[in-house]
C-alpha cells in the first residue's frame, strides 16, 4: 500500500492519543448504557384471528366461517402456513409468516391481513361476532407478580391489584400491564320454570322490563336564557339490591322479583381462565418492557415502586413475586462477563508468556481499546447485551488479537535487526496489512450464514454475526493505527547477542516438518484418509437443534381428555399444586388454569386459553433441584394422574418447537386421519427412545341433540329460535343488562336455577312459553338422544390435521427417534391413499428450516471468500492450496463432538461455518510467506521450511490464544457445541495448515514462478 496508515499514525501521534482517549470514554459510557436483556429479540411471525358464532356447531364453524376467513388469508403475501383450531361457536386461526420475512416487513403483512379479513367480513353468516385480531402475541413479560389475599373478596383483591397496575404504568419502561386470573363479576337473577308457569309470567316480559328500566338514554335538555339543564331519569341499576326491589304486575297485582327469583352477586360461571400461586388463589400483574429497554434497570425500579405500594396495603394481601427476569439476566451477564475477563486473562497469560513482558503489554491495552470501540459501535447499531451478542464478544476476543500480535511480533523482529523503533513501526503495516485485512475479511465471510440466514433461528443468531464482524474490522484499525503507536512508546531493542536460539518446540516442528516434506505423498494421503474417517463418523455424533435452557424454572403441562370442563381441570391443578407444597426443591411457583403460562420467556411456545388445559411454571432453587424435582414430578404425574396427558420439561433456547417429536396427519376426511393417526401412534410406540405418545386432539365428546318436531312447534306457535333462546337462558343464563358499578360493567344473567339447569331429565320437563301465555313441556314436541362430535378440529392450510405427539427419554434426542423410524414412516406414507399423508414436525422439521437457511447462504460466504482469496493470492493454484485446508477442520470438529458427548446441533454448526474462515486466513499468510520467500531467491523446499518456521510462532500462539479464549464458555449448555467444534477444528487444523500446506505446495510446486507481492502492498 503507498498510504501507511502506521506511518500516519506515527506522524500524528498527538492526534491518535486523542482518538484513543475519545474511544475508551464513548466505550465505558456505552457499556454503562447498552441495553441488558435474556435473549436478543426476534420477532413472533404469528398473528392469532378469531372469531365467534354462538350456538354454531364444529361443522357449520368449519364450513361458514373458518373455510371462508382462511381461503382469504391464504392470500396473504410471504405465508407460510395457516393453521387453526374450531370449536363449538369459536374458531382461532394462527397465522405463519416465512421465516424470511424482515421484522419492518410484518407490520404492513399484518394490516394486510386485517384489511383483507375485514373486506370480507360481510360474507360471513349473520351473528358471527368478529372477526379479532392479535398482532402482539409475541409480547414478552418478564416480570410477574401474584397477589393473594386473606379476609379480603375476590372483588377486593381485585381493586387492590387494578390500582397497583395504575401505579407501575407510570415506571419507565413499561410498556404493558395485564391482569391474570381475575373473575369478572355477574349479578345471576335465577328463577325456577315451574313457578313462573304457575304464576303465569311470561319470561320474555321479565327480561324486557330489567331491559328498559336500566337503559341510558338522552331523555332531553333544557335551555334558558342563563343555563343548560341536562334532563336525567332514574331508575339505573346501581346494585344487586336495586334490582331484587324491582315490580311486576302480573295479573292486577305486584310482584317484587326478589319474590319470584334469587338475585346474587357472584362471579363468571364457569369461570374464566384463573390464576395460582404457590397452591392458593391469586390474581396476577404480568409486566412487559418497552423494546430497547433495560431490563436491570426496569427490575430495579419495579422492585422500589413496589416496596412502596406494597408498605401502603392492608395487611392480609400479599404480593408474590412469580418470574423475576431481570435477576435471571442479571445472573446471565455476569457470569458471562466472568466468562470475558477469564477469556481476557487466559489470553494475556499467553501473549506476556510468549511474547515477553513489554510486546504482551501491547496485546494488553489493544484489548480493552478494542473492547471499548465495539460496545460503542454496539449502542450505535442498537445490539443489547445478551446471551448471544456476549458470546461473541468471548469467541472474537482471541481472534482480535491475532493482528496485534502479528503486528507486534513484526516490529519486534525488525527492533532486532537494528532498525529504528519509526522505521520498525510501520513495517508490519507495509508487509502484512494486506494479508492481515483478507484474512479478516475472509473470518468475517465465515460468520456470513449466521447473519444473512432468513429464518427464526438466523434472527435469533444474528448479532453473533454482527459482534464478531464488528471486533474484527475494529481489531484490524486498532493493530495497525493505535498498536504502533503503543510500541514506540514501550518496546526497546533486544539487546545486541540477547537473541535467542530455536527453542525445542520449534526445534521439534522443524524435525516433523522435515519428515513430512521428504514423505510428501504419505503425509498429503494420511490427512485425506483422516478426512474421510471423520465425514464417515459423523452419524456417530448425537443431533440437536437447540439444547434446553440452564434456568431452574420447570413448565408442567397438564391436558385433560378435550371435553373436559374447566371445573374438572381447576380440580386437577389443585391436587398438582398439593403435590408441590413443602418439596424442599421447590423455590416457587405458579398454576394457570384454562390457559397456557403467559409468555414470560421469549422462546416461550404460548399455548391459548382452553378449559381442558393446565400449565404450572415450577421455578427449582438451582439446576440441580430442578432435575431431581423433574424425576419426580414425572413420577407423581405417572402414578396419581393418569388420565391426564401431562408434559414435565425445561424452558427452551431458540425458536419455540413444542413436543419435541411430532408427525403431523392430513387428510379430507376426518375419520380417515384419525385412522392413519392411530397407525402413526403405534410406530412412534415402536421405538425404545419416545415416550408419552398423545393427539393434539381425536377423541370424540358426547353432545346433547334435541329434535324438534317442527310441525307440532308451529301449531303451538314456536320457532327454533324461540325454542333456542328458552335453553340458553336456562341452561347457561343469557345477559339481559348491566350494572354501572364504579369502572366496571356487571352483567346482569338470567337463567334458572341450579337443579334445574344441570340434569336431562329437568330438560324434558322444562316448561317453554306459548305466545298465548300458557307452557307446555319440552318433551311434548321433542326428543332427546346423545351423539358423538369432535370438540374441536385443527386444521393447517385448509386441511384437516392430526398431530401425533411424543416426548424423548431422558439422554436421547428427538432426531434419533426420527432417522429410527424413518424406514417405517416411509412406508406408510407409501399405502397412504390419495390426498393423505404424514408428515415431520415439530424439533427436527424446524431444525431443517433454520440449516436450509443458512446452507442457503453458503454460496454467498463462498463468493466472498474466493473473491477475497483471489484478489489477495492471484493465482488459482494457490486459491485450491488454501482452500484445500479449509474442510480439514471437520477431522478435530468430529473428535472433539465424540470426545466430548456434545451434540452436532444448529449452534455447533454455524460454529464449524465460522471455523472455516479461521483456518483460510492462517492458509492465505503461511501461503503468502513461502511465495515471499521464494521471491527472495530461495528454492522450493527451503523456501517452504524457512516460511513455516517464520510463521509457526504467531499461527500457533493464535490458535493457542483462541482454543484456550474459548475454556470459559465451553461448558455452558449454549455454547458448549460451538466452543468444542471450534477448539477442536482450530487445533487439528493449525497442526494440518502447518503440515499437510507445505506438504501439498511441495507436491505441487512444479516450476511455477512465486508472486512476490502476497503480503504487503
Known amino acids: 500500500m503507498r498510504f501507511n496508515l502506521s506511518q500516519w499514525a506515527i506522524r500524528e501521534r498527538s492526534l491518535v492519543i486523542f482518538f484513543m482517549i475519545v474511544a475508551i470514554v464513548a466505550g465505558l459510557f456505552s457499556y454503562a448504557r447498552l441495553g441488558r436483556s435474556e435473549d436478543p429479540s426476534f420477532i413472533i411471525k404469528t398473528m392469532v384471528v378469531q372469531a365467534a358464532w354462538p350456538g354454531a356447531s364444529v361443522e357449520d364453524m368449519l364450513e361458514q366461517v373458518t373455510e371462508r376467513i382462511e381461503r382469504r388469508l391464504q392470500e396473504t403475501p410471504k405465508l407460510d402456513f395457516i393453521r387453526s383450531y374450531t370449536r363449538p361457536g369459536v374458531t382461532t386461526i394462527f397465522v405463519n409468516l416465512e421465516g424470511a420475512t424482515t421484522a419492518s416487513e410484518v407490520p404492513d403483512l399484518w394490516y394486510h391481513v386485517r384489511k383483507s379479513v375485514s373486506d370480507m367480513r360481510h360474507t360471513l353468516p349473520a351473528g358471527v361476532i368478529g372477526p379479532g385480531f392479535n398482532d402482539e402475541f409475541g409480547d414478552t413479560f418478564g416480570l410477574i407478580y401474584g397477589f393473594t389475599a386473606d379476609g379480603f373478596t375476590h372483588r377486593e383483591l381485585r381493586d387492590y391489584v387494578e390500582e397497583v397496575r395504575s401505579k407501575l404504568l407510570h415506571v419507565p419502561d413499561v410498556s404493558k400491564i395485564e391482569i391474570l386470573g381475575a373473575q369478572d363479576e355477574r349479578i345471576f337473577v335465577e328463577f325456577s320454570m315451574q313457578e313462573l308457569a304457575s304464576l303465569g309470567i311470561n319470561r320474555s316480559a321479565l327480561i324486557a322490563a330489567l331491559q328498559a328500566q336500566n337503559v341510558v338514554q338522552p331523555a332531553g335538555t333544557i335551555q334558558t336564557g342563563d343555563e343548560k339543564l341536562a334532563i336525567q331519569v332514574s331508575g339505573a341499576f346501581g346494585s344487586e339490591d336495586d334490582i331484587r326491589d324491582i315490580n311486576f304486575a302480573v295479573d292486577g297485582r305486584m310482584l317484587r322479583l326478589a319474590d319470584i327469583a334469587t338475585v346474587r352477586r357472584g362471579f363468571a360461571d364457569p369461570p374464566q381462565p384463573l390464576f395460582r400461586t404457590n397452591g392458593e388463589p391469586a390474581i396476577g400483574l404480568a409486566i412487559a418492557m418497552r423494546e430497547g429497554g433495560d431490563i436491570l434497570t426496569l427490575g430495579r425500579n419495579i422492585d422500589t415502586a413496589m416496596a412502596e405500594i406494597t408498605a401502603d396495603m392492608p395487611i392480609g394481601i400479599e404480593p408474590h413475586l412469580v418470574a423475576d427476569q431481570a435477576v435471571t439476566v442479571k445472573g446471565s451477564i455476569a457470569e458471562f ?5 477469564q477469556a481476557v486473562a487466559i489470553i494475556l497469560a499467553i501473549s506476556f508468556l510468549s511474547l515477553g513482558v513489554r510486546p504482551g503489554l501491547i496485546v494488553a491495552l489493544a484489548i480493552p481499546l478494542t473492547l471499548a470501540i465495539v460496545f460503542a459501535v454496539m449502542q450505535l447499531v442498537g445490539i443489547d447485551m445478551q446471551r448471544i451478542s456476549l458470546g461473541a464478544l468471548i469467541i472474537a476476543l482471541a481472534l482480535m488479537v491475532d493482528d496485534a500480535m502479528t503486528t507486534t511480533d513484526a516490529t519486534l523482529n525488525r527492533l532486532a535487526l537494528g532498525e529504528p523503533k519509526e522505521v520498525a513501526g510501520i513495517y508490519a503495516f507495509k508487509t502484512y496489512a494486506v494479508a492481515m485485512l483478507a484474512g479478516t475479511l475472509v473470518t468475517i465471510a465465515g460468520f456470513v450464514p449466521i447473519g444473512f440466514a432468513r429464518s427464526s433461528a438466523g434472527e435469533y443468531t444474528f448479532s453473533l454475526f454482527a459482534v464478531v464482524s464488528i471486533a474484527l474490522l475494529v481489531s484490524w484499525v486498532v493493530a495497525v493505527v493505535f498498536a504502533p503507536l503503543l510500541g514506540l512508546a514501550i518496546l526497546k531493542p533486544p539487546k545486541p547477542g540477547s537473541a535467542k536460539g530455536p527453542g525445542a518446540v520449534e526445534r521439534a516442528y522443524r524435525r516433523m516438518l522435515s519428515a513430512a516434506l521428504t514423505a510428501r505423498w504419505l503425509t498429503i494421503g494420511l490427512t485425506v484418509g483422516a478426512f474421510v474417517l471423520s465425514i464417515l463418523a459423523i452419524p456417530l455424533i448425537p443431533q440437536q437443534f437447540f ?21 374438572a381441570t381447576q380440580d386437577v391443578a389443585q391436587r398438582f399444586d398439593a403435590t408441590l407444597k413443602d418439596d424442599p426443591d421447590v423455590a416457587r411457583w405458579s398454576t394457570y388454569v384454562g390457559q397456557g403460562a403467559v409468555r414470560f420467556y421469549l422462546p416461550l411456545n404460548a399455548q391459548l386459553p382452553n378449559d381442558f388445559f393446565a400449565q404450572a411454571v415450577v421455578v427449582a432453587k438451582d439446576v440441580e433441584a430442578r432435575q431431581r424435582l423433574q ?25 419455540p418447537v413444542g413436543w419435541p417429536i411430532q408427525y403431523r396427519v392430513s387428510g379430507p376426511e376426518l375419520t380417515q386421519v384419525r385412522d392413519i393417526a392411530f397407525k402413526v401412534a403405534e410406530i412412534i410406540a415402536t421405538s425404545p427412545y419416545a415416550e408419552k405418545v398423545n393427539y393434539d386432539w381425536i377423541d370424540p365428546a358426547r353432545e346433547i341433540r334435541i329434535r324438534v318436531n317442527q310441525d307440532e312447534a308451529r301449531q303451538l306457535g314456536l320457532s327454533t329460535q324461540t325454542i333456542a333462546n328458552v335453553l ?22 338470567v337463567r334458572a336455577t341450579d337443579e334445574q339447569r344441570v340434569s336431562l331429565d329437568t330438560l324434558r320437563t322444562l316448561q317453554v312459553p306459548l305466545p298465548n301465555g300458557r307452557t307446555v313441556a319440552l318433551s311434548q ?8 362430535t369432535y370438540p374441536l378440529v385443527w386444521r393447517r392450510d385448509r386441511v384437516p390435521t392430526l398431530t401425533v405427539q411424543a416426548d424423548v427419554k431422558p439422554g436421547q434426542l428427538p432426531e434419533t427417534v426420527v432417522r429410527g423410524l424413518e424406514p417405517q414412516f416411509a412406508a406408510l406414507n407409501a399405502g397412504l391413499p390419495r390426498g393423505y399423508k404424514v408428515v415431520v414436525g415439530g424439533t427436527v422439521e424446524e431444525s431443517a428450516k433454520s440449516l436450509a437457511s443458512v446452507v442457503a447462504v453458503v454460496p454467498l460466504m463462498l463468493l466472498i471468500m474466493l473473491t477475497v482469496l483471489m484478489a489477495q493470492l492471484r493465482r488459482f493454484r494457490l486459491l485450491l492450496l488454501v482452500l484445500s485446508v479449509g474442510p480439514l477442520g471437520m477431522i478435530g470438529v468430529v473428535l472433539a463432538l465424540l470426545l466430548s458427548n456434545r451434540p452436532l446441533g444448529f449452534v455447533a454448526i454455524l460454529g464449524i461455518l465460522a471455523l472455516l474462515g479461521m483456518i483460510i486466513k492462517n492458509a492465505v499468510i503461511l501461503i503468502g510467506q513461502i511465495e515471499a520467500e521464494r521471491a527472495a531467491g530461495k528454492n522450493v523446499r527451503e523456501a517452504v521450511t524457512d516460511a513455516c518456521v517464520t510463521r509457526f510462532r504467531p499461527i500457533m500462539l493464535t490458535a493457542v490464544s483462541t482454543v484456550l479464549g474459548m475454556i470459559p464458555i465451553a461448558p455452558t ?10 477448539m477442536g477444528g482450530l487445533m487439528i487444523a493449525t497442526v494440518l495448515t502447518l503440515i499437510f500446506l507445505p506438504a501439498l505446495y511441495l507436491a505441487t ?6 508472486t512476490a507481492s502476497l503480503s504487503g502492498g
Open 337 to 341: 462477563m466472568e466468562s470475558l475477563w
Open 547 to 567: 439444547p434446553s435452557s440452564d434456568r431452574p424454572e420447570l413448565l408442567v403441562d397438564l391436558s385433560l381428555p378435550q371435553n373436559a370442563s374447566i371445573y
Open 631 to 655: 424425576d419426580k414430578l414425572e413420577k407423581t404425574l405417572a402414578d396419581h394422574f393418569p388420565a391426564v396427558v401431562a408434559r414435565v420439561y425445561p424452558l427452551e433456547l431458540g425458536p
Open 728 to 749: 340458553n337462558t336456562v341452561v347457561s343464563g343469557a345477559p339481559v343488562t348491566q350494572v354501572r358499578d364504579d369502572i366496571h360493567l356487571v352483567d346482569v344473567v
Open 781 to 788: 314436541f321433542a326428543t332427546f338422544d346423545y351423539e358423538q
Open 973 to 982: 449448555v449454549f455454547w458448549g457445541p460451538m466452543a468444542f467444534a471450534i
Open 1005 to 1010: 510446486a512444479g516450476r511455477e514462478k512465486p
